[in-house]
């Protein structure tokens, strides 16, 4: 088995690490990634955090459309990959109706191909979930512990407050 790459934005020794597990076809990971991703920008660039992103392949019938855009997405390329991920969210309502979409938005508008390692990627995601009882997404981890936000209720402000919070914590 090969080393299980994940996709990781900012320094490799950055003293927070942020784990986010998501799925690109969930509403309430998307606002948590919105939220995440504005507040996380100036973190990532003064070199204090490292956000590793876990796409959780959940078998849910609304979310597996999400699993298939990620089959497409090449960990190795971080920055294009978010990118895309970007995309996914802002487009999410269209291509999260059908397979057919899903797979025309990643093989037709983003000219990508299936990614032979997420297989692997996948089932350690899944083992690592069901290791740290993680059921539900979007579920996020500062540090190793458990951050708190409600992403049923939380709007995405309220979501990049309450983290801006716990990382000033940290700091």
Partial sequence: MSEIKH?????????????????FA???CKNY????????????ASEKVKHIIKHFDKTKQGLLKGTVA?????????QETLN?????YDTQQEWKQS????????????????????????LEITKETFERGISGIPTVFI????????PLKDSEDEIANKLTQQLQLIE
Avoid: W
Wanted: glycine share 2%; proline share 5%; charged share 25%.
């Fill in 7 to 23: 996709l990781i934005i900012g320094n490799q020794q950055a003293p927070i690490i942020v784990e986010s597990f998501i799925n």
């Fill in 143 to 150: 540090n190793g512990i458990k951050f708190e936000f409600n």
């Fill in 84 to 88: 895309f991920i970007h995309q996914l």
């Fill in 33 to 44: 990634f919105k939220a995440a991703d504005k507040t996380l920008q100036k973190y990532i």
């Fill in 26 to 28: 969930c509403p309430y």
């Fill in 70 to 78: 990620n089959i497409y997405l090449d960990y190795e390329q971080p």
């Fill in 99 to 122: 397979f057919t979409e899903i797979e025309k938005k990643m093989e037709e508008e983003f000219k990508l191909i299936p990614q032979q390692v997420v297989d692997e990627r996948s």
